[in-house]
């Protein structure tokens, strides 16, 4: 199985559409075998979940994350757990271990309100929508 966690500088980046980078690692059983950054190549939001599809990806873990993009996930056959903050390598130990701490109605709702690429990342707004 792979799980895909959006990566920026060893953290849980905060926003879905945004992340330039995914963490995928894979997994047997309860444990990680081995893991890969990967660029996202400048694709975003609904593209994203084709991406990971791609990848074979069965898991996500992130920060917020818009409607569109829930959906495509959804059609796409891949597992969401958003409103995760924090380590990534955690995260996925901790979703192994079935204690990560997630909030399955995370949203990020303020697109169009001016927020350039990095802005959601760097001030955590995603991760509190």
């Given at each position: 199985?792979?799980v895909?966690?959006t990566?920026?500088n060893g ?6 559409g ?18 890969q ?6 694709n ?6 084709g991406f ?6 069965e898991v996500l873990i992130?920060?917020g994350?818009?409607a569109?993009a ?9 597992s969401l ?13 901790d979703?192994?271990k ?11 709702d303020?697109h169009?309100?001016g ?5 959601c ?6 991760g509190?929508?």
């Open positions: 199985m792979k895909a966690v990566y920026e953290e849980v980046f905060g926003h879905f945004h992340t330039e980078q995914f963490k995928i690692y894979e997994v047997e059983g309860t444990k990680v075998i081995s893991s950054i990967v660029d996202t190549n400048g975003g939001h609904g593209a994203l979940a990971l599809k791609e990848h074979s990806v992130c920060g994350i818009g569109g829930r959906n495509a996930l959804k059609e796409a056959g891949i757990y958003p409103g995760v903050i924090g380590n990534a390598d955690n995260s996925v130990k979703y192994l079935n204690q990560l701490s997630y909030n399955p109605d995370e949203m990020c303020h169009g309100h927020h350039d690429k990095k802005s990342g760097d001030h955590g707004h995603c509190t929508c």
